[in-house]
Nanobody, 121 residues
Framework: QVQLVESGGGLVQAGGSLNLSCAASGSFFRINAMGWYRQAPGKQRGLVAVITRDGNIDYADSVKGRFTISRDNAKNIMYLQMNSLKPEDTAVYYC???????????????WGQGTQVTVSS
């Protein structure tokens, strides 16, 4: 199965930037879509951005023009470049991957442990 490890979170002032990474490892046939989600205190987890293996991308309206998602299929790493950060971007950011298991090719979903992003005003 896939293990996902996020990194790059931290504390930043409003207007600043952070770059999150999500590294996938383990045994799998292929990773398909990957995405970033976030959950603020007292709120439900929601989509930030998603990228398919072919590079098709979708963003939440709240981050369009400020965040950029990308991935390196050869290294199984996904990134989220976050610019012009706002206090309302404060949340735990989770990496998500949809992949096919190595033997049976069953579609499976995995979540990372999350990384905290805090934006001060």
């Amino acid at each position: 199965q896939v293990q996902l490890v996020e990194s790059g979170g931290g504390l930043v002032q409003a207007g600043g930037s952070l770059n999150l990474s999500c590294a996938a490892s383990g045994s799998f046939f292929r990773i398909n879509a990957m995405g970033w989600y976030r959950q603020a205190p007292g709120k439900q987890r929601g989509l930030v951005a998603v990228i398919t293996r072919d590079g098709n991308i979708d963003y939440a309206d709240s981050v369009k023009g400020r965040f950029t998602i990308s991935r390196d299929n050869a290294k199984n790493i996904m990134y989220l470049q976050m610019n012009s950060l706002k206090p309302e971007d404060t949340a735990v950011y989770y990496c998500n991957a949809n992949y096919l298991t190595i033997v049976t090719r069953i579609p499976t979903e995995r979540w990372g442990q999350g990384t905290q992003v805090t934006v001060s005003s």
